[in-house]
């Protein structure tokens, strides 16, 4: 029986001892290269994989809600046409989300190679998800003018498109997996090594006969020596991936008639109602995120109350206009409804969002708390300038305007380049001022400007002049001279140690 060895060509080696390169390349450093590039693209591969896996179980749960909320439009055709649909639709996915356990209405959470690699915040849940997908149909069919009249049909129209849409994706997303599942099986690496047979001891039947063949006996039984054995663990995926392009610099605030609306307290519907009708401008993504800032940053200063009315009041402009056109009419009828199922919906989300604010404050303000005391305990690192060897000091000298020197000019350049406070602070020829400029500083810009200093000649060492008629004077002269002493006694202490190493090594 020939032998069949095609199954060895699938064999990924990242170390080929009959590898060839050119006698200018390092052969070692070529293979090492190989190599990481090899791993690198299995564990891409890997992750990708994860990626793609995941997303097809948010995408499966999206299709479904979809696809439900369109029949539950076309079910309540004659409703919707005669009736705003924007309130039909909003009122088939609140119906079908308090009907949910609340695990269900959430995504499952990211794997945790995945989660270590992407980063990010969870998911929204998929009912915040259904609110967005109404508020873009609602802007599509504003934006095209459309009426009362045709409002149903192109509402419908507006949803089955979504639903293409994410089936095309669904779509494309499982013709990568495949491709990547199929790629991955093709090559035999370490990882897939499995334990087959870990020992060839069989423990015979005694009444069994021999298979055809020569083969074991019937009813055999193989023991294993390590029968808990696991396979071992992938490699572990990147810890970080660098993301750049999707982060908005642009700071988000809200507009002076959303501030008012945020102060308005979250019980008064009918103001609130009022402000909205009269207010319509601020019923966009923008001034909610806006309030939703002042949440934040009142709840950074405990100020618990405020921010819980901010929260609510952000989302009400969020439910609103996701309503569509009678969104604020039919948002007030609703949770102005006892008992209203859409009462518990909108509770529960601003006390979820509420929570999320307040749990992400409190680890802000204990990490301030925590880097106030560790910058207390150990001291801010500064930069300041005294004079090194005794009987020295540091002078402050400014490069004249008027000088014809070309190196003077340089240095009235530098001088003039400095900020208005060190420039106020070398003018006194204080150098205690132009520390206390110097400690305001980081350390790399006090480095800079201390370098510029001495490149402007703005600073020199020269000996201290003492005068020895005043008692002051006469007390520095002691203390240069004991300090002289002192370093002369150093002197010689180690000329002795150095001469008896020479004389004797051992």
Same mark, same amino acid.
């Given at each position: 029986?020939?032998?069949?060895?095609?199954?060895w060509?699938?064999?990924?080696?990242?170390?080929?001892?009959?590898?060839?390169v050119?006698?200018?390349v390092?052969?070692?450093?070529?293979?090492r290269a190989?190599?990481?590039?090899?791993?690198?693209?299995r564990?891409?591969?890997k992750?990708?994989?994860e990626q793609?896996?995941?997303?097809?179980?948010?995408?499966? +749960?999206l299709?479904?809600r979809?696809?439900?909320?369109?029949?539950?439009l076309?079910?309540h055709?004659?409703e919707?046409?005669t009736k705003n649909p924007?309130?039909?639709?909003?009122?088939?996915?609140?119906?079908?989300?308090?009907?949910l356990?609340?695990k269900?209405?959430?995504?499952?959470?990211?794997?945790?190679?995945l989660?270590?690699?992407?980063?990010?915040?969870?998911?929204?849940?998929?009912?915040?998800m259904?609110?967005?997908?109404?508020?873009?149909v609602?802007?599509?069919?504003?934006?095209?003018g459309?009426?009362?009249?045709?409002?149903?049909?192109?509402?419908v129209?507006?949803?089955?498109e979504?639903?293409?849409?994410?089936?095309g994706l669904?779509g494309?997303?499982?013709?990568?997996l495949?491709?990547?599942?199929?790629?991955?099986?093709?090559?035999?690496?370490?990882e897939?090594?499995h334990t087959?047979?870990?020992?060839?001891?069989?423990?015979?039947?005694?009444?069994?006969?021999k298979a055809?063949?020569?083969?074991?006996?019937?009813?055999?039984?193989?023991e294993?020596l390590?029968?808990?054995?696991?396979?071992?663990?992938?490699l572990?995926?990147?810890?970080?991936r660098?993301?750049?392009?999707d982060?908005d610099?642009?700071?988000? !605030?809200a507009?002076?008639?959303?501030?008012?609306?945020?102060?308005?307290?979250?019980?008064?519907?009918?103001?609130?109602?009022?402000?909205?009708?009269?207010?319509?401008?601020i019923?966009?993504e923008k001034e909610t995120?806006?309030?939703?800032?002042?949440?934040?940053?009142?709840q950074l200063?405990?100020?618990?109350?405020y921010?819980?009315?901010?929260v609510?009041?952000?989302?009400?402009?969020?439910?609103?206009?996701?309503?569509?056109?009678?969104?604020?009419?039919?948002?007030?009828?609703?949770?102005?409804?006892?008992g209203?199922?859409?009462?518990?919906?909108?509770?529960?989300?601003?006390?979820d969002?509420?929570?999320?604010?307040?749990?992400?404050?409190?680890e802000?303000?204990?990490q301030?708390?925590?880097?106030?005391?560790?910058?207390?305990?150990?001291?801010?690192e500064q930069?300041?300038?005294?004079?090194?060897?005794?009987? !020295?000091?540091?002078?402050i000298r400014?490069?004249p &305007?008027?000088?014809?020197?070309?190196?003077?000019q340089?240095?009235r350049?530098?001088?003039?380049?400095?900020?208005?406070?060190m420039?106020?602070?070398?003018?006194t +020829?204080?150098?205690?001022?132009?520390?206390k400029?110097?400690g305001?500083?980081?350390?790399?810009d006090?480095e800079e400007?201390?370098?510029?200093?001495?490149e402007?000649?703005?600073?020199?060492?020269?000996?201290?002049?003492?005068?020895?008629?005043?008692?002051e004077?006469?007390?520095?002269?002691?203390?240069?001279?004991?300090?002289?002493?002192?370093?002369? &006694?150093?002197?010689?202490e180690?000329?002795?140690q150095?001469?008896?190493?020479a004389?004797?090594?051992?």
């Open positions: 029986m020939p032998v069949d060895y095609s199954k060509d699938a064999l990924e080696l990242s170390d080929d001892s009959d590898i060839e050119h006698p200018n390092d052969k070692r450093s070529f293979i190989k190599q990481n590039q090899i791993h690198q693209q564990q891409e591969r992750l990708h994989i793609y896996k995941y997303e097809r179980i948010v995408n499966n +749960g299709i479904s979809i696809s439900g909320l369109l029949s539950a076309q079910s055709a004659d919707a046409k924007a309130e039909v639709a909003f009122r088939a996915v609140m119906e079908s989300a308090s009907g356990d609340p269900d209405d959430m995504p499952p959470p990211r794997p945790e190679a989660q270590a690699a992407v980063g990010g915040e969870p998911l929204p849940s998929y009912t915040k259904m609110a967005t997908l109404l508020d873009q609602n802007k599509a069919l504003d934006e095209r459309v009426g009362q009249e045709g409002r149903y049909e192109g509402m129209g507006e949803i089955g979504h639903l293409k849409k994410v089936e669904q494309e997303l499982e013709k990568k495949a491709e990547l599942e199929r790629e991955e099986a093709r090559k035999i690496t370490s897939g090594i087959g047979f870990d020992s060839t001891h069989i423990n015979k039947s005694s009444g069994g006969s055809e063949g020569g083969g074991s006996k019937e009813g055999g039984k193989v294993l390590n029968p808990n054995y696991t396979p071992p663990e992938a572990p995926a990147p810890s970080e660098e993301e750049g392009g982060d610099d642009e700071e988000v !605030t507009s002076p008639g959303a501030v008012k609306f945020a102060n308005i307290k979250s019980s008064d519907y009918r103001e609130s109602h009022a402000w909205l009708s009269s207010h319509p401008e019923l966009t995120d806006g309030i939703l800032v002042m949440a934040f940053d009142a200063e405990n100020k618990s109350d921010a819980r009315n901010c609510h009041q952000a989302l009400l402009i969020q439910y609103c206009r996701a309503l569509g056109r009678d969104g604020v009419a039919l948002f007030f009828k609703r949770i102005t409804t006892p209203h199922k859409a009462q518990e919906v909108f509770y529960k989300d601003v006390q969002t509420y929570m999320k604010i307040k749990n992400r404050s409190r802000i303000n204990l301030r708390a925590k880097d106030e005391a560790e910058g207390k305990g150990e001291g801010v930069i300041q300038l005294h004079a090194v060897d005794p009987g !020295t000091v540091i002078n400014i490069p &305007k008027d000088s014809e020197d070309l190196d003077v340089v240095g350049a530098i001088f003039e380049s400095f900020t208005p406070e420039q106020k602070a070398l003018e +020829g204080s150098l205690e001022e132009v520390n400029v110097l305001k500083m980081s350390v790399e006090a400007v201390v370098g510029k200093l001495s402007s000649g703005c600073l020199s060492v020269e000996e201290e002049v003492i005068d020895a008629t005043t008692e004077g006469k007390q520095k002269i002691k203390k240069l001279e004991q300090e002289a002493k002192e370093q002369e &006694k150093e002197g010689q180690n000329k002795g150095e001469a008896k190493y004389d004797d090594p051992e």
